[in-house]
């Protein structure tokens, strides 16, 4: 049996583009819950904006907040109502805690919870740590042949696999991606897998354009050289992942009658909308908040290949590195930072 520390050390933010690594308790698992020992965790753009700027959106960082929500690990302790078989699973953790009995929940998408905890958020820590707690159904087995990282990153595959779903994308089907970071390369592989015939990606960036050819992307388009609005493309879906008003302005006039608009990324928060030609042409728009019952379909693409996260991995840091990790995402050619805590 393994013996357990008495402490365990995570990453903490404290102030604006201050972190410190703190000594704290082993947190001890609900019932319902699982103790994992945290291998990798993916850096994601919203714990760059709480640690450069300390908020996002509505959230503002008022308290210590230890960052980090694209975990994976292996379980190391259960709490009472959980079976002992499950310590030693390798899991990918779905980082959130919403309650079962509310109307969303009910009704199946349990991301929309109002009284959603979520990993990496004011007022709940995040994976940034060497052991988190989360509820046992919320840590999902994956096979050995899926390695730490990619676990860690189910996560943002997890966003593009909700999009994919409400983009309507399938065998055939002509798409139009813009941005190119980590959300929109996953989301051309993730259209790919589900048998996208034409992914067009633009992206300001010529490096990130680059990037999304070997990431399932049939052509790119450079956004301030190409007027993606008046080439006719009559994708069957556009789906943005840049969060650039700009970029959602241009990509609906894109969009055949009948098509799909779904708007990912989170920038602008108000952008204007050709409203009479979304009439005219019947577009479906909507956004997308994370993510609910997708890890299935995500380690299912992972496991048969279909997608490739660790393809994304760019760097690796130590749970006394999360400065450098956050850091380094403004970097050329870096794509994805994953901090091991336990290197
Ligand atoms: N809705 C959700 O649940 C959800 C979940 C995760 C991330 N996001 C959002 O998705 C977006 C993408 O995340 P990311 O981690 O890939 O971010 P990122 O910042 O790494 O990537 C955004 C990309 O958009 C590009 N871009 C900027 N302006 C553009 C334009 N006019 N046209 C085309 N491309 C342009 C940038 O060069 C960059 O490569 C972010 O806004 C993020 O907040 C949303």
Not at 86 to 113: C, F, K, W
Not at 258 to 283: C, D, F, H, K, Y
Not at 320 to 329: G, H, I, K, N, R
Request: net charge negative; glycine share 10%; proline share 6%.
């Amino acid at each position: 049996m393994t013996v357990l520390p008495e402490h365990m050390t995570a990453s903490v933010l404290k102030g604006v583009r201050e972190m410190a690594v703190e000594q704290r308790p082993l947190p001890v698992p609900e019932r319902d819950e699982v103790l994992v020992r945290v291998s990798s965790v993916g850096v994601c753009g919203s714990d760059v904006h709480f640690w450069a700027e300390g908020s996002l959106g509505d959230w503002v960082v008022d308290a210590p907040l230890v960052l980090g929500h694209e975990s994976s690990g292996t379980i190391v302790a259960v709490g009472a109502d959980v079976s002992p078989s499950r310590i030693g699973s390798r899991v990918s953790i779905e980082p959130q805690h919403p309650d079962p009995t509310s109307s969303e929940s009910m009704a199946g998408h349990y991301n929309l919870d109002p009284g959603m905890r979520f990993f990496a958020t004011p007022g709940v820590d995040g994976a940034f740590a060497e052991f988190v707690t989360i509820q046992s159904h919320f840590a999902w087995d994956v096979p050995d042949t899926i390695s730490d990282d990619a676990a860690a990153l189910m996560e943002p595959l997890s966003v593009a696999v909700a999009t994919i779903r409400k983009a309507g994308i399938t065998v055939g089907s002509r798409v139009l991606i813009t941005g190119a970071g980590p959300i929109g390369v996953v989301i051309a592989q993730t259209a790919r897998a589900y048998g996208a015939r034409e992914i067009i990606v633009s992206d300001v960036s010529a490096a990130r354009r680059q990037q999304a050819m070997t990431f399932g992307a049939s052509e790119t388009i450079d956004p301030m050289v190409t007027d993606i609005a008046s080439l006719g493309l009559d994708v069957d879906a556009f789906i943005d992942a840049s969060g650039a008003a700009a970029a959602v302005q241009s990509g609906i006039h894109a969009v055949r009658p009948g098509g799909r608009v779904v708007l990912v990324g989170m920038g602008a928060p108000t952008v204007s909308i050709p409203v009479p030609l979304i009439q005219n042409r019947e577009l479906i728009v909507t956004g997308v908040f994370r993510y609910a019952n997708t890890w299935p379909t995500a380690i299912e693409l992972v496991a048969s290949g279909r997608v490739d996260l660790d393809a994304l991995v760019t760097g690796h840091f130590g749970i006394d590195q999360v400065e450098a990790a956050l850091a380094s995402t403004t970097e050329p050619g870096v794509l994805k930072s994953i901090v091991n805590p336990g290197r």
